[in-house]
């Protein structure tokens, strides 16, 4: 039996997997998505949210998706690993992600491109429907297949962008896009997420323990325990999550009721024990 069942839970509250129904959004989280939507309906073209390692980018980019989900009207694909080695290649993953049929046999960049514009306008123009392309890890790419997006983001009608272009990526993709000037003047919406406060580590562990089933009145961390657990990770929801999820661990191994200081502090004492300080045990932890 897992430890969340022990502690009378219908699933793993602080998974570090992705996904949309544990991600708990803070303010700045709610506004970007909500501000994306804007963008999807406006039909602006490129839209970038950057944020360190940890802070909720990939959740949100699932987040979005479902949402897209549950609306009419939208076409969509998340792109997790924009890693290719050529510009044809990465032309060739669109066509496939998008189901996009090439007459050619063999087909050429231009063949590609003409491919996706036909299918661009086809959905834009004559079904009226909204394109959406979301690339996790973006600040990976290369320049030739940000070049790519930016010839696709070039097919337009007068007054809309044929294709809405979200970047999810850490730090690095700043000076990428700075360093292609005909890529940052096609950015509508930019976004920086951050770490979350103290009151909104609070809020992410109890919204996180609700979803997994606990809707018993006593709190299952104390204020004390969230202080710890929020200096230890700096507000980082990776971080937070992976800490919670060892001492929910902690507190069935010990037979305890409550998650406290003390066992959080033993958590962190195992680390330092281990040779790794509190922040490098919990970097490598999510590795």
């Given at each position: 039996?897992?430890?969340?069942?022990?502690?009378?839970?219908?699933?793993?509250?602080?998974?570090?997997?992705?996904?949309?129904?544990?991600?708990?959004?803070?303010?700045?989280?709610?506004?970007?998505?909500?501000?994306?939507?804007?963008?999807?309906?406006?039909?602006?073209?490129?839209?970038?949210?950057?944020?360190?390692?940890?802070?909720?980018?990939?959740?949100?980019?699932?987040?979005?998706?479902?949402?897209?989900?549950?609306?009419?009207?939208?076409?969509?694909?998340?792109?997790?690993?924009?890693?290719?080695?050529?510009?044809?290649?990465?032309?060739?993953?669109?066509i496939r992600s998008f189901g996009i049929e090439t007459a050619a046999?063999?087909?050429?960049?231009?063949?590609?491109?003409?491919?996706?514009?036909?299918?661009?306008?086809?959905?834009?123009?004559?079904?009226?429907?909204?394109?959406?392309?979301?690339?996790?890890?973006?600040?990976?790419?290369?320049?030739?297949?940000?070049?790519?997006?930016?010839?696709?983001?070039?097919?337009?009608?007068?007054?809309?962008?044929?294709?809405?272009?979200?970047?999810?990526?850490?730090?690095?993709?700043?000076?990428?896009?700075?360093?292609?000037?005909?890529?940052?003047?096609?950015?509508?919406?930019?976004?920086?997420?951050?770490?979350?406060?103290?009151?909104?580590?609070?809020?992410?562990?109890?919204?996180?323990?609700?979803?997994?089933?606990?809707?018993?009145?006593?709190?299952?961390?104390?204020?004390?325990?969230?202080?710890?657990?929020?200096?230890?990770?700096?507000?980082?929801?990776?971080?937070?999550?992976?800490?919670?999820?060892?001492?929910?661990?902690?507190?069935?191994?010990?037979?305890?009721?409550?998650?406290?200081?003390?066992?959080?502090?033993?958590?962190?004492?195992?680390?330092?024990?281990?040779?790794?300080?509190?922040?490098?045990?919990?970097?490598?932890?999510?590795?």
């Open positions: 039996m897992s430890y969340f069942q022990v502690l009378g839970l219908d699933r793993e509250p602080f998974s570090t997997s992705p996904d949309p129904l544990f991600f708990y959004q803070s303010q700045r989280h709610r506004a970007t998505l909500a501000n994306l939507v804007i963008e999807f309906r406006l039909k602006r073209g490129l839209s970038v949210v950057i944020g360190d390692v940890g802070v909720g980018k990939t959740t949100l980019g699932r987040k979005l998706i479902q949402m897209l989900s549950e609306r009419e009207g939208f076409i969509f694909h998340m792109m997790l690993d924009p890693t290719f080695p050529s510009e044809e290649q990465f032309y060739q993953a669109l046999v063999r087909p050429t960049l231009l063949d590609y491109r003409e491919g996706l514009e036909r299918f661009l306008f086809r959905k834009g123009v004559e079904e009226h429907k909204t394109v959406v392309l979301i690339i996790d890890e973006a600040h990976k790419l290369n320049p030739l297949s940000l070049e790519a997006l930016r010839v696709l983001l070039n097919y337009e009608t007068n007054e809309t962008k044929l294709l809405q272009l979200v970047l999810l990526g850490q730090m690095e993709l700043l000076p990428l896009l700075k360093s292609m000037p005909n890529v940052v003047d096609r950015i509508s919406m930019k976004s920086m997420l951050t770490p979350l406060t103290f009151e909104e580590t609070r809020e992410m562990v109890e919204f996180r323990l609700y979803e997994a089933g606990y809707h018993f009145p006593s709190p299952l961390f104390l204020d004390e325990a969230i202080h710890a657990i929020y200096r230890a990770s700096s507000g980082y929801p990776r971080k937070i999550a992976m800490l919670c999820h060892r001492a929910l661990r902690g507190l069935v191994m010990y037979n305890r009721s409550v998650v406290d200081r003390e066992l959080v502090d033993n958590v962190l004492q195992e680390d330092i024990e281990a040779g790794w300080s509190p922040t490098e045990a919990l970097q490598k932890s999510v590795c």
